[in-house]
């Protein structure tokens, strides 16, 4: 079955505390990104991959990292994760940059407290 | 202002009326338009995608892109309580990676 697949699906941290969401997909796709969720702002790009060994800021990437060392995987690296962290986050997917169908995973709930 | 913007409603529809769901967007060079759904605590899912001014209809959803207006909708007939949902408008500005969503329209279709 064609998916995005992220982990974990829920987490709850302390300040200061890194971790790492994983997001994997099964579909050869090129283009990979990170969402954030928040009620009122809808959602914002924390970064992006147009492909293997390339990554680009999206609108809100200050305190995420990220690596794509291989096609499948795109993991988001929070180094000291801080409570306005908190949120909902997607990982997305899609054959060739943003012009093409794009698969969600289902969502990562984050709390730091 | 925002770089995208939506009325984030609730917009309130009776079953099988119109829902006209509206977007505007800042950067008048964007290229590429995006009409995602949300059902509520789930993940966003692609409806449809427009690049070029005029209408592209996929059965009952129809994009209207207008680039001199800065203004892209989404039209579903025939709405169905399953359409009930939050709408998200995205644009990519410049060919790249980069997608700005809206903050999403709430479509509640009524029985």
């Known amino acids: 079955e064609a998916q995005v697949t992220q982990n974990p699906r829920y987490l709850i941290t302390v300040t200061g505390k890194k971790l790492t969401v994983t997001c994997s997909q099964n579909?050869?796709?090129?283009?990979m990104s990170w969402y954030r969720q928040d009620p009122g702002l809808g959602l914002r790009q924390i970064y992006y991959?147009?492909?293997?060994?390339?990554?680009d800021k999206g609108d809100v990437p200050e305190g995420y990292k990220v690596s794509r060392k291989e096609k499948r995987n795109f993991p988001l690296i929070l180094e000291s994760p801080s409570p306005n962290q908190t949120s909902l986050y997607f990982c997305?997917?899609?054959?060739?940059?943003?012009?093409?169908?794009?698969?969600f995973g289902q969502g990562t709930r984050l709390t730091v407290v | 202002q925002k770089e995208v913007e939506q009325n984030s409603g609730p917009l309130s529809v009776p079953e099988g009326a119109i829902a006209s769901l509206n977007c505007t967007y800042s950067?008048?060079?964007?290229?590429?338009f995006f009409w995602y759904r949300q059902y509520s605590g789930k993940s966003p899912e692609l409806i449809m995608f427009?690049?070029?001014?005029g209408d592209k209809e996929d059965g009952r959803f129809t994009a209207q892109l207008n680039k001199a207006s800065q203004y892209v909708s989404l039209l579903i007939r025939d709405s169905q309580p399953s359409d009930s949902a939050t709408y998200l408008c995205?644009?990519?500005?410049?060919?790249?990676?980069?997608?700005?969503f809206g903050q999403g329209t709430e479509l509640s279709v009524k029985p």
């Open positions: 995205a644009v990519n500005p410049n060919q790249g990676g980069k997608l700005i």
């Open positions: 991959s147009m492909n293997v060994e390339v990554t």
């Open positions: 579909m050869n796709h090129e283009y």
């Open positions: 950067d008048r060079g964007s290229q590429s």
């Open positions: 427009i690049y070029s001014n």
């Open positions: 997305a997917s899609s054959p060739t940059g943003t012009n093409t169908e794009a698969f």
